[in-house]
């Protein structure tokens, strides 16, 4: 039998005896189900254990995968597991779909009410391109949220929704909607300027849209390479993976980057480009690093860039 102690903050230590099963048996599951039992308030998804480092002279473990057992985490007989209650949960799809929702909405209407704001004004080819590329751009998202992406967790803590809508809404939605929806960029204000120039926003809405297209491409082959939980991962071989190691990061920068552009450097459209660039460098740091210690780094990462070839 294999027998174990959690410390919860703020509660009493649980002791927790499975009898009859040796820690090979036992799986994190188990843990956080007895742990349920113990206190109804924590389900498993607001259950975040470790198992501290000896003496405590490195990090804690955390054991995260609720199909391994204790034993493939070296939790013996006896050992201290540490909880943290991680507070009310959201499903990672439903935190999705509310960030991506409010720009499809809210630029069409901070658009509209921008003539209260500003006074009556003829609005701009490029104003409109703008907003319907932005409108595009997150109908996909929420498209693909809903039906394309796996997750590897199912829940993240409630707090995140407020956290992710005020990026997105307040960026996507109410700055990009004060600082194009303008009169500084009306048509009466470019007209006979490069940004009132049919061929150059062309341009940039084929590179904007073929972006889109590519980073949904990536995202439909990285669906294709999930796994039961327990199997090996994959890596990604798709279109763009030859060159970067997270390419559906890469062409989404490229879209942002080619409406900053088509706006000549819109402030709203900047930020945007630099608070997403930030995060994703971030990520792609951390993938990098999982795919070295996964995979032989000599076949994968291999040379391949980072982010964004031929830059990161």
Same mark, same amino acid.
């Given at each position: 039998?294999? %027998?174990?102690?959690?410390?919860?903050?703020?509660?009493?230590?649980?002791?927790?005896?499975?009898?009859?099963?040796?820690?090979?048996?036992? !799986?994190?599951?188990?843990?956080?189900?007895?742990?349920?039992?113990?206190?109804?308030?924590?389900?498993? =998804?607001?259950?975040?254990?470790?198992?501290?480092?000896?003496?405590? %002279?490195?990090?804690?473990?955390?054991?995260? +995968?609720?199909?391994? $057992?204790?034993?493939?985490?070296?939790?013996?007989?006896?050992?201290?597991?540490?909880?943290?209650?991680?507070?009310?949960?959201?499903?990672?799809?439903?935190?999705?779909?509310?960030?991506?929702?409010?720009?499809?909405?809210? =630029?069409?209407?901070?658009?509209? @009410?921008?003539?209260?704001?500003?006074?009556?004004?003829?609005?701009?080819?490029?104003?409109? /391109?703008?907003?319907?590329?932005?409108?595009? *751009?997150?109908?996909?998202?929420?498209?693909?949220?809903?039906?394309?992406?796996?997750?590897?967790?199912? /829940?993240?803590?409630? $707090?995140?929704?407020?956290?992710?809508?005020?990026?997105?809404?307040?960026?996507?939605?109410?700055?990009?909607?004060?600082?194009?929806?303008?009169?500084?960029?009306?048509? /009466?204000?470019?007209?006979?300027?490069?940004?009132? =120039? $049919?061929?150059?926003? !062309?341009?940039?809405?084929?590179? +904007?849209? !073929?972006? +889109?297209?590519?980073?949904?491409? /990536? *995202?439909? *082959?990285?669906?294709?390479?999930?796994?039961?939980?327990?199997?090996?991962?994959?890596?990604?071989?798709?279109?763009?993976?030859? @060159?970067?190691?997270?390419?559906?990061?890469?062409? +989404?920068?490229?879209?942002?980057?080619?409406?900053?552009?088509?706006?000549?450097?819109?402030?709203?459209?900047?930020?945007? @480009?630099?608070?997403?660039?930030?995060?994703?460098?971030?990520?792609?740091?951390?993938?990098? %690093?999982?795919?070295?210690?996964?995979?032989?780094?000599?076949?994968?990462?291999?040379?391949?860039?980072?982010?964004?070839?031929?830059?990161?």
């Amino acid at each position: 039998m294999v %027998a174990i102690t959690v410390s919860v903050p703020g509660k009493p230590t649980v002791n927790l005896d499975f009898t009859g099963k040796p820690p090979a048996q036992v !799986t994190i599951k188990d843990v956080k189900i007895a742990i349920q039992a113990k206190f109804p308030k924590l389900l498993p =998804n607001r259950q975040r254990i470790t198992l501290p480092s000896v003496n405590g %002279a490195g990090k804690p473990i955390p054991l995260t +995968e609720e199909s391994r $057992s204790l034993e493939s985490y070296d939790v013996k007989d006896g050992s201290k597991l540490k909880l943290k209650d991680l507070g009310k949960q959201v499903g990672y799809r439903t935190l999705y779909l509310w960030e991506y929702v409010g720009p499809i909405f809210l =630029n069409p209407l901070f658009l509209h @009410l921008s003539t209260y704001l500003w006074g009556d004004y003829k609005f701009s080819p490029l104003q409109l /391109t703008i907003r319907n590329l932005i409108v595009i *751009h997150f109908i996909k998202r929420f498209l693909e949220s809903a039906f394309v992406h796996r997750f590897s967790r199912a /829940t993240v803590p409630l $707090s995140y929704v407020v956290r992710n809508c005020i990026y997105y809404w307040g960026v996507c939605g109410l700055l990009i909607g004060l600082t194009l929806y303008r009169p500084a960029y009306s048509a /009466t204000a470019l007209k006979g300027s490069l940004l009132d =120039n $049919s061929v150059w926003i !062309t341009i940039w809405t084929v590179v +904007e849209l !073929t972006a +889109e297209l590519l980073n949904l491409n /990536t *995202h439909l *082959h990285l669906r294709s390479l999930r796994q039961p939980p327990g199997q090996p991962r994959k890596y990604p071989t798709g279109l763009g993976y030859g @060159l970067a190691v997270c390419a559906n990061y890469w062409f +989404e920068l490229i879209g942002i980057v080619a409406m900053v552009i088509m706006t000549g450097g819109d402030l709203g459209t900047i930020v945007y @480009l630099l608070i997403g660039g930030y995060f994703m460098k971030i990520w792609a740091d951390q993938k990098y %690093a999982r795919y070295k210690k996964e995979f032989n780094a000599k076949e994968f990462p291999g040379k391949r860039y980072k982010l964004f070839p031929p830059f990161y």
